[in-house]
């Protein structure tokens, strides 16, 4: 029988480790055996199998996580033992997942100012459906959007020059046909129901004080509700408001 191991790849970037989990999947016969997030955009994949299926799995990921961003670290470790590996939180995450679509993307940005300006721009040109974005840590934010090829790469495309346009654009993928295990990796479906707005306005600051300043300062200034105050990483704070369209362009001036 062939030796067991695990195999441990460490990336900065939620597009790296897409990416590198679908190359993984497809190069080697290996079972997923858990994910984390340690903070500062830096995210680990954690899977097993046959030594040599494993060793080949951490070899094409890696080389395709370099690819799209920056490899921390990469492993393979024989024949581990259960009680070293049974407190790591690694297998502690949930690992289910949808797969009932044609095509992913996912666009990454820094802040979710230009995030915002993505997703808004992706559905609006393409038939395609936002699955889900968060924070990793580092200011790096992601979203999801699944859908047929065409439609996928069409709102990649928008989105990507309207993150551009509205701050730090950091990188996009298009996977299609992506390999099941790529479910583990999607971020919390949006909460709530939809609802159309005339516009939406996104203030984004260093800190909690100058967010609720922000906050206050805006529905002073115009007839706009606050709909929400998101908390991201690298200390980066976003205060949401709805309402018609000139209030919200006189409110985030």
Do not use: N
């Not at 790096?140 to 990649?156: K, N, P, R, W």
């Not at 990188?171 to 295990?181: F, N, R």
């Amino acid at each position: 029988m062939a030796s067991v191991a695990i195999g441990i790849l460490e990336v900065r970037g939620m597009v790296a480790l897409a990416a590198a989990v679908d190359v993984m999947f497809k190069a080697a016969t290996v079972r997923l055996a858990g994910r984390h997030m340690i903070g500062s955009g830096w995210l680990t994949v954690v899977l097993d199998g046959a030594t040599g299926d494993v060793q080949t799995a951490i070899d094409r990921g890696r080389e395709e996580a370099a690819r799209h961003g920056d490899v921390i670290t990469a492993a393979v470790v024989p024949r581990p033992e259960s009680r070293a590996l049974e407190p790591m939180p690694h297998g502690r995450a949930k690992l289910a997942g949808s797969h009932d679509y044609e095509a992913l993307g996912i666009l990454e940005t820094k802040g979710v100012v230009p995030l915002a300006a993505a997703a808004d721009a992706m559905v609006k040109a393409a038939d395609v459906e936002l699955a889900g974005w968060t924070a990793i840590g580092g200011a790096l934010v992601h979203a999801f959007v699944t859908g047929s090829v065409g439609d996928v790469e069409a709102a990649i495309a928008a989105g990507e020059t309207a993150a551009r346009r509205a701050g730090e654009f950091h990188g996009t993928l298009l996977l299609s046909q992506p390999e099941a295990e790529i479910g583990a990796l999607f971020p919390p479906q949006p909460a709530g129901a939809c609802r159309a707005v005339g516009a939406l306005g996104i203030v984004e600051t260093t800190g909690y004080v100058g967010s609720v300043a922000a906050s206050d300062q805006m529905v002073k200034e115009a007839d706009v509700d606050v709909v929400s105050l998101t908390i991201g990483s690298g200390g980066r704070v976003a205060a949401l408001v709805d309402g018609r369209l000139d209030e919200v362009a006189a409110a985030v001036r």
